[in-house]
C-alpha cells in the first residue's frame, strides 16, 4: 500500500500561481497512476488531473482547469504535482492527491476506482 500527504495549499490573489505536492510513501510509487480531486463543502468531490502510470507522459484534465493547470511527477522523489496557474475563485477548494495501481487499469477520473488518498491541502483564491 501507499501512502499520500499533501501539501502546498494555501491562499491566493485572484490570477495568481499556486503549487501543490503529494509526497508518497509505503509502496512503489512508479506503478501507481495518480490523481489529483477537487472538493467544496457541501460537494462532491471532482476529478481535476491525473498521470499515468510510470512515465506519467499520459495526462488528464478536467475541463475546467486545461490550459490552467500542469500535472506532472517525479518518480525518483516520489512526488507528484499540481502547477495551478491563472487561479480563479471557483478553483477554492480542498484539494486532494489519490493513488491506483497502473499496470492493469486504464484511466479513470472516478473517486471509486482510485483506493489511496491523501487528507487534502485547502486552496482558497480570493476573490
Known amino acids: 500500500q501507499v501512502q499520500l500527504v499533501e501539501s502546498g495549499g494555501g491562499l491566493v490573489e485572484v490570477g495568481g500561481s499556486l503549487r501543490l505536492f503529494c509526497a508518497a510513501s509505503?509502496?512503489?510509487?512508479?506503478?501507481?497512476?495518480m490523481g489529483w480531486f477537487r472538493q467544496e463543502p457541501g460537494k462532491e468531490r471532482e476529478f481535476v488531473a491525473a498521470?499515468?502510470?510510470?512515465?506519467?507522459?499520459?495526462?488528464y484534465y478536467a475541463d475546467s482547469v486545461k490550459g490552467r493547470f500542469t500535472v506532472s511527477r517525479d518518480n525518483p522523489k516520489n512526488t507528484f504535482y499540481l502547477q495551478m496557474n491563472s487561479l480563479k475563485p471557483e478553483d477554492t477548494a480542498a484539494y486532494y492527491c489519490?493513488?491506483?495501481?497502473?499496470?492493469?487499469?486504464?484511466?479513470?477520473?472516478?473517486?471509486?476506482?482510485?483506493?489511496?488518498w491523501g487528507q487534502g491541502t485547502q486552496v482558497t483564491v480570493s476573490s
Open positions: 509505503g509502496g512503489t510509487f512508479s506503478y501507481y497512476a
Open positions: 489519490a493513488a491506483r495501481w497502473g499496470p492493469l487499469n486504464t484511466h479513470t477520473t472516478h473517486t471509486t476506482q482510485y483506493p489511496y
Open positions: 498521470v499515468d502510470w510510470s512515465s506519467g507522459r499520459s495526462t
